[in-house]
C-alpha cells in the first residue's frame, strides 16, 4: 500500500488488465518516502508502462505502476520504475560565454536532450529579457540593454519531474574613450624622462593591456588582472626613457587591448616625435679634421 488510504479495487482491475510485456519490465518496490495524495485525483495514463493506468497519486518521488507476474497469476501493489527507464537528459547554452558592448544585447539560447513532450525550459536573469522563440527541444531569449558589467544568466530545463541548469557568462564591456600620450619635451641626452599614457574610461580594466612603444620596439607593457571593480575607469602608465642619439625622430606610441574571452578591441594615440639634444663627449673624430675635433655635437633642429 502506498499512503493512508488502499487503492485496492482500482489496481486490482489495472493488474488485470496489464499486457502480457508488463511482467517483462524490471520494477521493485517504491521507496518509503515515495510523495502519495489522495486518490480522488483519478487516474491517468502511466509514462513508465504504455498502457497501463496510474493514478495520479502514485506519481511522487519515484513513477508507480501494477504490473503482473509472468505464472498468470496477478499482483496486486506500487513499484518504481528505475531512472534508466525515464532516461536521463541534459540541458546546454548557446553561446556559453559572450561578449557584448555596454548597453547593448544578446541572444541565449537554452536547449535539451529530455525526449518528454512535457518538458519546459527557460531562463532565468536580472537582465531584460524578450523576444521569446521555442521549439521542441530549445527556447531562446533576447537580452536587452546590458549593463551589467558581468552577469550569469541560468537556462533551465524540467523534465520527467527532474530540474537541471547551465549558466551562461555575459560580459559587457567599454572601449577607451581616449588614448592619449602626455607631450614630452626635447630630451637631453643621457638624461632620464617619464613617458606618460592616459587610457580614459575603459572597462573591463581586468581585461586591459596597455603597451607603449618607441618605433617598433616595445618600452613597457602592463597589465591590471588586480584591478577591483568592474565599471569604467581610467587608467594611467608610466615608463622612464633615456634617451640616446640614435632615438632622435623616432615616435612614441601608446597603444591598448581589451581581450575578452577571445575576443581583441584595440585602440592607439597619437604618436609623439621624440626631439633629442646634447654633445657625446666620447663619439669617435677623423684623424684629418680641421679644426681637430675633441666631441660630436647633436642639435634638434
Not at 30 to 55: D, Y
Not at 203 to 210: F, G, I
Not at 264 to 280: I, Q
Request: aromatic letters at 6%; glycine letters at 8%.
Amino acid at each position: 500500500r502506498c499512503g493512508r488510504r488502499s487503492p485496492g479495487a482500482w489496481l486490482r482491475g489495472a493488474a488485470r488488465r496489464s499486457p502480457p510485456w508488463a511482467a517483462a519490465q524490471t520494477a521493485r518496490p517504491c521507496p518509503a518516502k515515495t510523495a502519495c495524495a489522495s486518490p480522488r485525483s483519478g487516474p491517468r495514463q502511466g509514462k513508465g508502462f504504455p498502457g497501463l493506468s496510474s493514478p495520479t497519486w502514485a506519481v511522487g518521488l519515484a513513477r508507480c505502476v501494477a504490473v503482473s507476474v509472468p505464472q498468470g497469476r496477478s499482483v496486486t501493489g506500487v513499484f518504481a520504475v528505475s531512472g534508466a527507464a525515464q532516461g536521463s537528459f541534459e540541458v546546454s547554452v548557446s553561446p556559453e560565454a559572450a561578449v557584448v558592448e555596454h548597453g547593448g544585447s544578446v541572444w541565449i539560447n537554452c536547449s535539451t536532450t529530455c525526449r518528454d513532450p512535457g518538458a519546459s525550459g527557460g531562463l532565468e536573469t536580472s537582465l531584460i529579457k524578450t523576444d521569446r522563440k521555442n521549439g521542441s527541444s530549445w527556447v531562446a531569449f533576447r537580452l536587452l540593454n546590458i549593463k551589467e558589467w558581468a552577469s550569469s544568466p541560468q537556462c533551465y530545463f524540467t523534465c520527467n519531474g527532474n530540474i537541471k541548469l547551465v549558466t551562461a557568462n555575459i560580459s559587457a564591456y567599454r572601449a577607451p574613450e581616449r588614448v592619449v600620450l602626455e607631450p614630452l619635451p626635447e630630451m637631453e641626452l643621457g638624461q632620464a624622462y617619464n613617458v606618460t599614457c592616459w587610457v580614459l574610461n575603459v572597462a573591463p580594466v581586468t581585461h586591459l593591456t596597455v603597451t607603449l612603444r618607441r618605433g617598433g620596439e616595445t618600452l613597457h607593457t602592463e597589465t591590471f588582472q588586480n584591478h577591483t571593480g568592474t565599471g569604467p575607469d581610467d587608467i594611467t602608465v608610466i615608463t622612464e626613457i633615456t634617451p640616446q642619439r640614435s632615438d632622435h625622430g623616432q615616435e612614441i606610441t601608446c597603444h591598448t587591448a581589451l581581450d575578452l574571452h577571445g575576443s581583441h578591441f584595440k585602440n592607439s594615440s597619437s604618436a609623439v616625435e621624440l626631439k633629442v639634444y646634447g654633445e657625446f663627449p666620447h663619439a669617435p673624430c677623423a684623424i684629418h679634421t680641421v679644426p681637430p675635433c675633441t666631441r660630436d655635437t647633436l642639435h634638434a633642429p
